[in-house]
């Protein structure tokens, strides 16, 4: 059974920084590109960053471009997100996704797979 468990969400503040990981099993995680979205309340779940199976490709949505790195760990199946600078619109609960197919990495359709999400709250 695949199983993808995202960590790292909380309370956050304007100019904060966000690590947030996924740990993976039950699938060959070397071999599945993986994704974070996140779906703020009332909105669509949006492609936030991805990763391809042997890290020669990340891509980036334009709202977090410039301060967020993804990263993957293949041996560990661990793939991180962080977000620096926090912005009140980063607020969202963060979701992990994985992948066999490349082209289609920056859809929600394009995933086989999703964690449960990981909530990240802005305190004013």
């Known amino acids: 059974q695949v199983q993808l468990i995202e960590s790292g969400g909380g309370l956050v503040q304007a100019g904060d920084s966000l690590r947030l990981s996924c740990a993976a099993s039950?699938?060959?995680?070397?071999?599945?590109?993986m994704g974070w979205f996140r779906q703020a309340p009332g909105n669509q779940r949006k492609f936030v960053a991805a990763?391809?199976?042997?890290?020669?490709?990340?891509y980036y949505a334009e709202a977090v471009k410039g301060r967020s790195t993804i990263s993957r760990d293949n041996a560990k199946g661990t793939v991180t997100l962080q977000i620096h600078s926090l912005k009140p619109e980063d607020t969202a609960t963060y979701y992990c996704?994985?992948?066999?197919?490349?082209?289609?990495?920056?859809?929600?359709?394009?995933?086989?797979?999703w964690g449960q999400g990981t909530q990240v709250t802005f305190s004013s």
């Open positions: 996704a994985a992948t066999t197919r490349r082209w289609t990495l920056l859809v929600v359709s394009g995933y086989d797979y």
């Open positions: 039950g699938l060959t995680f070397r071999n599945y590109h």
């Open positions: 990763i391809s199976d042997n890290s020669d490709g990340t």
